[in-house]
């Protein structure tokens, strides 16, 4: 069973930056796709970017020129860089990936939350 680890959410003001971390408990080199998602309270879950195994990202236009997903494929890790943080950024966000054979798989979440 592979399993997917977030760390690094945490409060920061408007226009501050965190960066979350994804650890696979399996090379992340053999996943198709992986990504982050994100979900605010009474709200639907929404993507926020992905990555393919070929390198290739893909931004939620709400995101696109602010995020930035990137991997270590010796650490087994995804990571999501946020700069220029908005209050409507805050949410639970969630790293998922999609490897061969498996149905794609969440991690725990990790909180994120923008003050004004």
């Known amino acids: 069973q592979v399993q997917l680890v977030e760390s690094g959410g945490g409060l920061v003001q408007a226009g501050g930056s965190l960066r979350l971390s994804c650890a696979a408990s399996?090379?992340?080199?053999?996943?198709?796709?992986m990504g982050w998602y994100r979900q605010a309270p009474g709200k639907q879950r929404e993507l926020v970017a992905t990555?393919?195994?070929?390198?290739?990202?893909n931004y939620a236009d709400s995101v696109k020129g602010r995020f930035t997903i990137s991997s270590d494929n010796a650490k087994n890790t995804v990571y999501l860089q946020m700069n220029s943080l908005k209050p409507e950024d805050t949410a639970v966000y969630y790293c998922?990936?999609?490897?061969?054979?498996?149905?794609?798989?969440w991690g725990q979440g990790t909180q994120v939350t923008v003050s004004s």
């Open positions: 399996r090379s992340i080199s053999s996943a198709y796709l």
């Open positions: 998922n990936a999609k490897y061969p054979l498996l149905s794609l798989l």
């Open positions: 990555l393919t195994n070929g390198g290739t990202p």
